[in-house]
């Protein structure tokens, strides 16, 4: 008899921490779910004439502060540059640009999972294009960031450098 006594004992410690699990993982989910999907920052153009920079959070990729994240480079006209990279934008699913201005490009696209958006920001500048992808929302997106991004690197060089996608 004992020994059901420190089984039962076991067991509803085990339930508790289950319960005590369980509840911080839908109180994080919650917090993470209702936050307000602003952006972390003003997208746009900084005085500076460059994208603002990353929060230092892991949920940013910028190609002015990055390394290991290069520009877009391309070497046709700039103005097929543009276009090429409008086009590459409008092909990612569920992307929509919010801002044309020229050399500086804003899209937002959401994210596969939950109801969290992500800002992708373009400044196009000799022969190059800077990028900066953040989540509004979230600590933790770079795999997602690094995979549109990549899949976006390839279509803007497929249609940049391939005459047959001239305007």
Known sequence: QGHGVLLACGLLMWF?????FVFLFLLVLGVYLVSNGSPTTVPGIQATGTLAPCAGTNNCISSMEDEFHPPLSYSCPTLKARDSLLRAVSTLQHTH???DQGAYIHAEVPSYYFNVWH???FLISHEMVHYRCTSRAGYYALPLARRRL???RGRFEMFANNSKFDL
């Open 97 to 99: 640009v919010i801002s």
């Open 119 to 121: 800002d992708i920001e």
């Open 150 to 152: 990549n899949e976006l």
């Open 16 to 20: 508790r921490r289950g319960i005590t």
